[in-house]
């Protein structure tokens, strides 16, 4: 399975952007969806997670998005989505997504080190 994350781009505050996760081949929906994001000098910091059918499909988030950011997933396209709205000038940074074994525990999903497949990253920069 390879990734290619698309969507990022320049916007406002306040405004929205949706990024999308394509994934090739057959067996998107048997992982775990994440999307992490990363600054100059820090490291990949945990956004959103999608846990696979096999698992439930909860998603999960981290704080500083909760309630603005939206992970979803169409496992019949094997694609996966990020949609962010209300963006701050700290959510600028460029953004990943990454798959996850199925078996992977809940306690580890916001856990880069979870995630074995990556795909190349999408700049993301808000304006202020």
């Known amino acids: 399975v390879q990734l290619q994350a698309s969507g990022g781009g320049l916007v406002q505050t306040g405004e929205s952007l949706r990024l999308t996760c394509a994934a090739s081949g057959d067996s998107f929906r048997a992982y775990g969806l994440g999307w992490f994001r990363q600054t100059p000098g820090k490291e990949r910091e945990f956004v959103a997670a999608s846990r696979p059918p096999s698992r439930g499909g909860s998603t999960h988030y981290a704080d500083s998005v909760k309630g603005r950011f939206t992970i979803s997933r169409d496992n019949t396209k094997g694609t996966g989505y990020l949609q962010m709205n209300s963006l701050k000038p700290e959510d600028t940074a460029v953004y990943y997504c990454?798959?996850?074994?199925?078996?992977?525990?809940?306690?580890?999903?916001?856990?880069?080190?979870?995630?074995?497949?990556w795909g190349q990253g999408t700049q993301v920069t808000v304006s202020s």
């Open positions: 990454a798959l996850a074994p199925q078996s992977t525990i809940l306690s580890s999903i916001a856990s880069a080190r979870a995630y074995v497949i």
